[in-house]
């Protein structure tokens, strides 16, 4: 199995910056079988929504309302996936779930136990 543990939340000023890391561990091989990388958020009353997914090659896709905000990346050799945020807004409070993907599935097949992030304006 793999674990994924995140950090870096916390409260912040609305405007300001966070930076949310996640690192995945336990089995090799299926650390190595990992696809698409993401997070997700979920913010009070309200659905979990995926906010930037990565490829292992590197090519990003976000939701619409973090466009030019936040930056996901990836360091493969370190098992690590990071949400930099920007410019946050109080809409952006929320749990932050890093997630990953076996290349054979079509869902995400692990998830971090969450971070919540609270934007105060």
């Known amino acids: 199995q793999v674990q994924l543990v995140e950090s870096g939340g916390g409260s912040v000023q609305a405007g300001g910056s966070q930076r949310l890391s996640c690192t995945a561990s336990?089995?090799?091989?299926?650390?190595?079988?990992?696809?698409?990388m993401g997070w997700y958020r979920q913010g009070p009353g309200k659905q979990r929504e995926l906010v930037a997914t990565?490829?292992?090659?590197?090519?990003?896709n976000y939701v619409d309302s973090v466009k030019g905000r936040f930056t996901i990346s990836r360091d493969n050799a370190n098992n690590t996936v990071f949400l930099q945020m920007n410019s946050l807004k109080p809409e952006d409070t929320a749990v932050y779930f890093c997630?990953?993907?076996?290349?054979?599935?079509?869902?995400?097949?692990?998830w971090g136990q969450g971070t919540q992030v609270t934007v105060v304006s």
């Open positions: 997630s990953a993907r076996l290349v054979w599935n079509t869902e995400p097949t692990y």
């Open positions: 336990g089995s090799t091989f299926r650390i190595n079988a990992m696809g698409i």
């Open positions: 990565i490829t292992n090659d590197g090519t990003t």
